[in-house]
């Protein structure tokens, strides 16, 4: 009598021991893996050389030598730079696996946060390898780069994490710091819009106003304010030089502009010119962006539209139902698949129009990729299944390609934008798969509707 649960006690300390021996394992392989990444940072630098530049008493944060170069400029509002001034202290090579570390914490709290949101218990190993597949090089760049758009992610699951708990200051706090350190999560506001966020909005708001005040402490009142001016033209008002000299830009604007106009490649100044011309017509850059802006606004416009059409995320509790009857067991999920996928097509709508999309943007993907392989794993239909395989499509696809030898061939496939037709696909599944849990939906609540009328009839 007394085997079974000695059995099951052994099982459970040898199962311990594994996960202890794992989570060594890992942690070990993360450590390590740190002093790879930083030896060739590339964006990390720029902000550790504008930290320093801060240090010494310059306050010019956006002139072309303040960081490192006319290229490799600092293009952060003023209270990115403050805020992280400790670092700036630091030794590099310190400051740069410190920076590393918060990255990995980063990703980890993302992981964490799509565990609540979706369920552990649907987050099974398979849907974890098809994530990892599907995303997993977008991770190793941006850690090679050292961006600080790990951290806008993170900040924006937390946002709908703690938005969709009604602790609208926390998400309005994330938001805002996502805000401020990149501009595209604007393009998410509407979407809280239509899910009746208004506290949180009016915080998100406030709060913007508050964190970019603040480093008036340091810069006083009248210099901070001609530094946000100064941003706002050489960041957002005048980036043309960027989208030349810059990453090459994955979004529609992008996109169109390869394919539509002569990209003159040899005006880059860094000498970073071996790209290969694909474009069909010749074009004016004008024309293309009047298309992109056009396009931009019905493909919004559409996705704001599907999202209202499905209602507001506390409009009555038939959504939740929908995502205990896909097999959500004891109540662990947050949210119902619907509102889960819904954020995820207006992340991958914001990589789509957004005036310029950098391949390590392309993180935010963790979020539309699990939800998209949990709910068709869970879904025992044929668009289910469909969008299953088309998400294994996906993994094979980002998993296959940047293996591929040579630097022509990597360099083609970036012009070509393989990336952005996999955003474009992500986003068709997407929709696709909202569709057919709304019509499930309304297929079993229409017996409900019938039944008091058939019980008065005599």
Known sequence: MSDGPQAGLAQHSARRRRNILLLFLTVVTLGILGFVFIRHLIDFPVYYAAGRSLLSGRTDLYSPDFAAGRVMDYRYPPFFLVTLVPLWLLPYSVAAYIWYLIEILEIIGCILILRRVIGSERLTWNVWLITALAVGQYYVMVLHYGNAHVMVVFLLFVAFYFAFRERSLLAALAMAFAITIKLTPLLLLPYFALKAKRKFLLLTGALLVVINLAPAAYFGFKQNSDLLKSWYGNVVAGQEFHEVNGPINLSLKGQLRRYSTRVDYSQRVDGDVQYPAINVASQSSEQTDVAWMIISAVVFASALLLVWKGGRAGDGESAVGASSESGRAGGRSLVPDQAALEFGLMICVGLLIGPLTSKIYFIALLWPVACLASVSMSQATAVARFAYRSVLVVAA??????????????????????????????????????????????????????????????
Do not use: H, W
């Open 397 to 458: 696809i980002n998993c296959a390609l940047p293996l591929l030898p040579g630097r022509l061939v990597q360099r083609l496939l970036l012009v070509l934008g393989v990336d952005f037709y996999v955003n474009c696909l992500l986003s068709a599944l997407t929709v696709v798969l909202i569709a057919s849990l709304r019509s499930r939906q309304k297929r079993s609540a229409e017996p409900q509707m019938q039944a008091p009328s058939a019980a008065r009839t005599p």
